[in-house]
């Protein structure tokens, strides 16, 4: 499962009754309620399978979010900070994101580089990245120790992002016209509400980081989704103003270890 890098049909003619119920959602079929944990992790997966494909479906993406995350200061001093922020991808290799509020942060990665401004701050840093949006995702969170939830909503399979062989829970309810669910892993907690009918994009996103200092929530708000945004070439381009300072990009000492060792074993080779 992506998150915990945070702590380091058969074809006929006639759908069946029962095959409908495979493809409309749930609550349209008025599927009884899991009784056991092996059935409510089942109908927890199967949701977030139906999700993932939704949204894997869609070649660009557009999403507003309203979002309260936790900051955890050198001293263990935890606060809360609320923003809004909109994020835009296109597949394999665009994104783009802009928050408004906390630190204040618009981000292009452009399928070479990604390039992040501090508003606030008048800062940027600049980084050579991978070739898809999936393999720089993985770098920022094993290189720079930058893993972002809206990440694992937006990998090419967010069904393998989010579920791994040692995650439990699952469905865990209605909730004003919502299914809940709530899952555990190791070193993270997350919940995912999905419409009980329609679309099957979700409404809120909460995560709760149990092997980091302070054990930070960030939960986030779907406001508006787009499956068919305007996204040229532009959009991605970075936009830095000129007196803004360029700083440097601390890769986390481990992945600076062990490319190290990874370059010191080839040079023992030749």
Known sequence: MTLR????????????????CVLITLAGCRTPEPATDAERLARGKQLVQQMSARLAA???ITVTTTEVRDMVRL???????SLTAVYTLRRPDRFY?????????????????????????????????P??????????????????????????????ALLSDTTKGGYAGLEDGAVH???????????LWLPAEGDPLPRRFKVVQKSRVGRPV????????????TAVDETFAPKVPADY??????????????????????ASRK
Do not use: C
């Not at 001293?75 to 900070?81: I, M």
């Not at 669910?181 to 919940?191: K, P, Q, R, S, T």
């Not at 708000?221 to 068919?228: E, I, Q, R, V």
């Open 181 to 191: 669910l709530a899952f555990n892993d190791i070193g993270v907690e997350w919940e």
């Open 5 to 20: 890098k945070w702590t380091a049909s058969a074809p006929g003619a006639t759908l069946t009754g029962v095959a409908a």
């Open 97 to 129: 994101s802009k928050m408004t509020g906390g630190r204040g942060l618009e981000s292009w990665y452009n399928g070479k580089t990604l390039t992040i401004a501090a508003h606030p701050h008048k800062v940027f840093a600049q980084a050579p990245m």
């Open 75 to 81: 001293s263990g001093v935890k606060e809360s900070v």
């Open 131 to 160: 070739e898809s949006v999936d393999r720089t995702l993985d770098a920022l969170a094993e290189r720079y120790d930058m893993a972002l939830p809206m990440g694992d909503l937006f990998y090419s399979s967010a069904e393998a």
């Open 218 to 229: 960030i939960d986030l708000t779907f406001t508006k989704w787009d499956l068919a945004p």
């Open 245 to 266: 300072e360029g700083i440097a990009v601390l890769q986390r000492a481990a992945a600076v270890k062990h490319a190290a060792s990874v370059s010191d074993g080839s």
């Open 58 to 60: 869609a070649p660009a």
